[in-house]
């Protein structure tokens, strides 16, 4: 079954770390660039990170330095880890796959089923939660 699956949500305090999971099947990962996008209630749809195959990495500016994104091709897996969590972080955390991620992607949408137009491959999400 073609389909990406995110692992590695939950709910933690304010300052602590999670790592996200995004695990293709169906697909060589390696094949796709990755984007990790995230919509909290009552939010546009926003994209917070992305992993190109030639390296470029991109941040939103409210997680840069924050969050890192990195890939292990040996387990078609490209993983989110996220430090320092504050309470506005709280959201539902998708993954999506394009083969030329440049010419597809948006920066924001009012909801990530829209933004998923045009991907090749987006997953169901994992919700993170972070108290104050």
């Known amino acids: 079954e073609v389909q990406l699956v995110e692992s590695g949500g939950g709910s933690v305090q304010a300052g602590g770390s999670l790592r996200l999971s995004c695990t293709a099947s169906?697909?060589?990962?390696?094949?796709?660039?990755m984007g990790w996008y995230r919509q909290a209630p009552g939010k546009e749809c926003e994209l917070v990170s992305s992993?190109?195959?030639?390296?470029?990495?991109f941040y939103a500016e409210s997680v840069k330095g924050r969050f890192a994104t990195s890939r292990d091709n040996a387990k078609n897996t490209v993983y989110l880890q996220m430090d320092s969590l504050k309470p506005e972080d709280t959201a539902v955390y998708y993954c999506?796959?394009?083969?030329?991620?440049?010419?597809?992607?948006?920066?924001?949408?009012?909801?990530?089923?829209?933004?998923?137009?045009?991907?090749?491959?987006w997953g169901k999400g994992t919700l993170v939660t972070i108290s104050s």
């Open positions: 169906g697909f060589i990962l390696d094949d796709f660039d």
């Open positions: 999506a796959a394009a083969e030329d991620f440049q010419a597809v992607v948006v920066i924001s949408a009012p909801t990530c089923q829209a933004a998923a137009d045009g991907m090749d491959h």
């Open positions: 992993n190109s195959r030639d390296g470029t990495t």
